[in-house]
């Protein structure tokens, strides 16, 4: 069983800052998976749908997408957890759709917020493998709202 992280919240200045990338040194390095492993499980804990490293702490490019039903989100679909190192948006749909957001770090609060309906990603596995994909819908929300994060942006700012 991996440990659960603390979450930063609100105003901590880690949140506001924009992450470094994940060297190519660091890719499948025991110390990256660890993080991802224990980023997994503070995410599973605290009834999220995604993470991203700023939030666990930790200034990197690194994040989880997993959308599945849980209490916070019971209309998510169910998709498998995705690790993402150094994600980049390639392309974005022209169409937004507004849809209701939550974040760990800001936990009493939601909000109706307006993102691509669909975005074209490009990624590197843990292993440094590249992935181009695309995601639509809620799981394109979750990712555009971690890359946030990466960016020290957070969804109370899009507000």
């Known amino acids: 069983m991996s440990c659960i992280l603390a979450v930063a919240q609100r105003g901590e200045a ?23 492993e224990a980023m997994h499980s503070t ?12 939030q666990v ?6 994040i989880i997408v997993a959308s599945r039903p849980n209490p916070r989100y019971p209309d998510a679909p169910e998709m498998d957890a995705v690790v993402m190192v150094n994600p980049e948006i390639l ?7 507004l849809g209701e957001e939550g974040c760990l770090s800001v936990p ?4 109706q917020v307006a ?4 975005i074209k990603l490009r990624y590197l596995t843990v292993a440094g493998e590249v992935v181009e994909t ?4 809620f799981p394109a929300r979750i990712v555009q709202h971690e890359i946030d994060h990466l960016n020290g942006v957070l969804f109370i700012q899009r507000l």
Do not use: C, H
């Open 14 to 36: 880690i949140l506001n800052l924009n992450a470094a990338e994940v060297a190519s040194s660091e890719l499948n390095s025991p110390w990256l998976k660890q993080l991802a």
């Open 43 to 54: 995410m599973l804990q605290k009834n999220g749908v995604g993470i991203a490293a700023p």
């Open 91 to 97: 392309e974005s749909s022209a169409t937004t759709v």
């Open 108 to 111: 009493d609060e939601r909000g």
């Open 134 to 137: 695309l995601f639509s819908g």
């Open 115 to 118: 993102r691509a309906e669909s």
């Open 57 to 62: 702490y930790v200034s990197k490019r690194l």
